[in-house]
């Protein structure tokens, strides 16, 4: 049997030798030819296409947008696997920090960008949060961004100060519904994971808690310290000297089981089954990226992870490296928008 492509062969011979017909044979119809080429066009296309992205992957840096200011969690997240990322991709990868709305000025950034890989961000919890905190949000968070990899968690911890008269997760959830709007949280961002945490913390415990909200963590966790508010959900990095030192004690922790680091701390998921809530960062590319580009920039994210020495950077900051698939990460991105809904609409959340 002839190969369609040398029918089409075929076809173009005798219409070279038969002008005054005008035709190819019967048997090759047009619709078959004009579907051939149809394809032989996509093709082309299609492979001019990865030429052009390889061209542009050889000479163009890599751009990780942060939505976040330097020095912060974001931040440290995203130089942590550049160095690594560059030298899997071969090629430069520079950090961009673009900080404001909650980090949705970085994200609208590489939203918009072309999707041939050199422009992603490193987000993290608000990326899912403000799809519901944000009423009209320039672009949809899980339509208008490709899921590479997952690259840690964070989960957070509930503190105190020493004079409460609550020493574990049973007793504040007594003394707070015997006393509603009596105690209080310190807030250190409205519309953050830590301000959502507390929510949820609230909702699932059916108490009614107080908060103060902060213009920062460092001013918050100031006033939780000087016992001027009794509780908190903060980040461990920020807690973890001060539990220490005694000068806070830590009643639970977000994750959905209790950590290495504080053995004796229970999981807040004990007192309220179902109840996790830590933090997340991760690396996205804008909507539409080539599949084999997606599986090269996961691929290449996920193995810089695996070193020791972006293991240990992330770990400094209370995190838990993960390094997921790109189709796990995507599954969780349309899953934890949903989640966050909920609490969103309980709490009855506003942008600050």
């Given at each position: 049997?002839?190969?369609?492509?040398?029918?089409?062969?075929?076809?173009?011979?005798?219409?070279?030798?038969?002008?005054?017909?005008?035709?190819?044979?019967?048997?090759?119809?047009?619709?078959?030819?004009?579907?051939?080429?149809?394809?032989?066009?996509?093709?082309?296309?299609?492979?001019?296409?990865?030429?052009?992205?390889?061209?542009?992957?050889?000479?163009?840096?890599?751009?990780?947008?942060?939505?976040?200011?330097?020095?912060?969690?974001?931040?440290?997240?995203?130089?942590?696997?550049?160095?690594?990322?560059?030298?899997?991709?071969?090629?430069?990868?520079?950090?961009?920090?673009?900080?404001?709305?909650?980090?949705?000025?970085?994200?609208?950034?590489?939203?918009?960008?072309?999707?041939?890989?050199?422009?992603?961000?490193?987000?993290?919890?608000?990326?899912?949060?403000?799809?519901?905190?944000?009423?009209?949000?320039?672009?949809?968070?899980?339509?208008?961004?490709?899921?590479?990899?997952?690259?840690?968690?964070?989960?957070?911890?509930?503190?105190?100060?020493?004079?409460?008269?609550?020493?574990?997760?049973?007793?504040?959830?007594?003394?707070?519904?015997?006393?509603?709007?009596?105690?209080?949280?310190?807030?250190?961002?409205?519309?953050?994971?830590?301000?959502?945490?507390?929510?949820?913390?609230?909702?699932?415990?059916?108490?009614?808690?107080?908060?103060?909200?902060?213009?920062?963590?460092?001013?918050?966790?100031?006033?939780?310290?000087?016992?001027?508010?009794?509780?908190?959900?903060?980040?461990?990095?920020?807690?973890?000297?001060?539990?220490?030192?005694?000068?806070?004690?830590?009643?639970?922790?977000?994750?959905?089981?209790?950590?290495?680091?504080?053995p004796d701390v229970p999981a807040i998921a004990?007192?309220?089954?179902?109840?996790?809530?830590?933090?997340?960062?991760?690396?996205?590319?804008?909507?539409?990226?080539?599949?084999?580009?997606?599986?090269?920039?996961?691929?290449?994210?996920?193995?810089?992870?695996?070193?020791?020495?972006?293991?240990?950077?992330?770990?400094?900051?209370?995190?838990?490296?993960?390094?997921?698939?790109?189709?796990?990460?995507?599954?969780?991105?349309?899953?934890?928008?949903?989640?966050?809904?909920?609490?969103?609409?309980?709490?009855?959340?506003?942008?600050?």
């Open positions: 049997m002839h190969h369609p492509f040398m029918r089409i062969s075929a076809c173009a011979a005798q219409a070279a030798n038969r002008a005054r017909h005008g035709l190819c044979q019967a048997w090759v119809g047009v619709p078959v030819v004009r579907a051939w080429v149809a394809l032989i066009l996509a093709v082309g296309s299609v492979l001019a296409g990865v030429g052009a992205w390889a061209q542009s992957m050889a000479s163009a840096p890599v751009k990780i947008w942060v939505g976040a200011p330097a020095g912060g969690t974001t931040d440290t997240m995203a130089r942590a696997i550049s160095q690594a990322l560059a030298e899997q991709l071969g090629r430069p990868v520079v950090v961009e920090n673009r900080p404001g709305a909650g980090g949705n000025l970085a994200a609208e950034s590489v939203a918009r960008s072309p999707a041939d890989g050199l422009n992603l961000l490193m987000s993290f919890t608000s990326h899912t949060i403000n799809a519901s905190l944000y009423p009209q949000l320039p672009f949809d968070p899980v339509r208008d961004f490709t899921p590479l990899t997952m690259v840690s968690t964070s989960p957070s911890i509930l503190v105190a100060h020493p004079s409460l008269k609550a020493n574990n997760l049973s007793e504040l959830l007594a003394l707070a519904r015997a006393q509603p709007g009596k105690l209080n949280f310190a807030i250190g961002g409205l519309g953050s994971s830590l301000h959502l945490a507390g929510d949820a913390f609230k909702m699932k415990g059916q108490v009614f808690i107080v908060n103060i909200p902060y213009r920062g963590t460092a001013p918050a966790i100031a006033d939780v310290l000087a016992g001027q508010v009794e509780l908190m959900f903060a980040n461990i990095g920020n807690a973890q000297a001060h539990i220490k030192a005694g000068r806070l004690k830590a009643l639970g922790v977000t994750s959905a089981t209790r950590l290495p680091a504080f004990e007192a309220l089954p179902g109840f996790e809530s830590s933090a997340w960062f991760g690396l996205f590319g804008p909507a539409r990226m080539d599949a084999a580009l997606v599986q090269k920039i996961s691929q290449a994210a996920r193995q810089a992870l695996l070193l020791p020495a972006v293991r240990r950077r992330i770990e400094a900051e209370g995190a838990q490296v993960v390094g997921s698939s790109a189709a796990d990460f995507e599954r969780f991105v349309a899953q934890d928008v949903l989640r966050w809904r909920d609490v969103v609409r309980y709490a009855g959340a506003k942008p600050e």
